[in-house]
T-cell receptor, first 112, second 113 residues
Framework: TQLLEQSPQFLSIQEGENLTVYCNSS?????LQWYRQEPGEGPVLLVT?????EVKKLKRLTFQFGDARKDSSLHITAAQPGDTGLYLC????????????FGKGTKLTVNP | NAGVTQTPKFQVLKTGQSMTLQCAQD?????MYWYRQDPGMGLRLIYY???????DKGEVPNGYNVSRLNKREFSLRLESAAPSQTSVYFC????????????FGQGTRLTVV
């Protein structure tokens, strides 16, 4: 079983629509990261959230860390075809471990 | 800016053959990681190394061995390849601190026939 559960697994929307993807766990994390991966490439970091309740904005992307630091969401406003990709959340296992684990990802397709 | 370099980019093996995937980083990072990526499965951690001379098992270590040769290099070895090991393999590295970014290589696409 994976430590991080992401939903939905697939999402296909039209340009201009809004969307939210979720990353949930039963564990508490000291920090959580979101990565984006394009076909044929390695993942690239979008953001790290550290404080419970924290909200970070990156242009049209809004990231939120749950108050209990067990879950996170990524909201995209007015999606564009360039947002198409695989969105992955990642976190370190408890106890200061260097073990970095990922969720299964949300594959987003934004149609023109 | 090389970052994380993986070799080879593509490889086809016959069942039972062995091979080593190479990874090197030039960012002076302490931690290095090997992941495999299969359709619908995200990235699954195979092994990681928190520092030179140490290695630890990840989520799916069976069938693999690793060597942290020095601070720069972290190799992944398949002693006897199986079709179930057909996957895309990614190496990553990151600096100290639980909020630092992991940098990934371009991946190795391995097919075992």
């Amino acid at each position: 079983t994976q430590l991080l559960e992401q939903s939905p697994q697939f999402l296909s929307i039209q340009e201009g629509e809004n969307l939210t993807v979720y990353c949930n766990s039963s564990s508490v994390f000291s920090s959580l990261q979101w990565y984006r991966q394009e076909p044929g490439e390695g993942p690239v970091l979008l953001v790290t959230v550290v404080t419970g309740g924290e909200v970070k904005k990156l242009k049209r992307l809004t990231f939120q860390f749950g108050d209990a630091r067990k879950d996170s969401s990524l909201h995209i406003t007015a999606a564009q075809p360039g947002d198409t990709g695989l969105y992955l959340c990642a976190a370190y296992s408890q106890g200061g471990s260097e073990k970095l684990v990922f969720g299964k990802g949300t594959k987003l397709t934004v149609n023109p | 800016n090389a970052g994380v370099t993986q070799t080879p980019k593509f490889q086809v093996l016959k069942t039972g053959q062995s091979m080593t995937l190479q990874c090197a980083q030039d960012m002076n990072h302490n931690s290095m990681y090997w992941y495999r990526q299969d359709p619908g499965m995200g990235l699954r951690l195979i092994y990681y190394s928190a520092s030179e001379g140490t290695t630890d098992k990840g989520e799916v270590p069976n069938g693999y061995n690793v060597s942290r040769l020095n601070k720069r290099e972290f190799s992944l070895r398949l002693e006897s390849a199986a079709p179930s090991q057909t996957s895309v393999y990614f190496c990553a590295s990151r600096g100290q601190g639980l909020d630092t970014e992991a940098f990934f290589g371009q991946g190795t696409r391995l097919t075992v026939v």
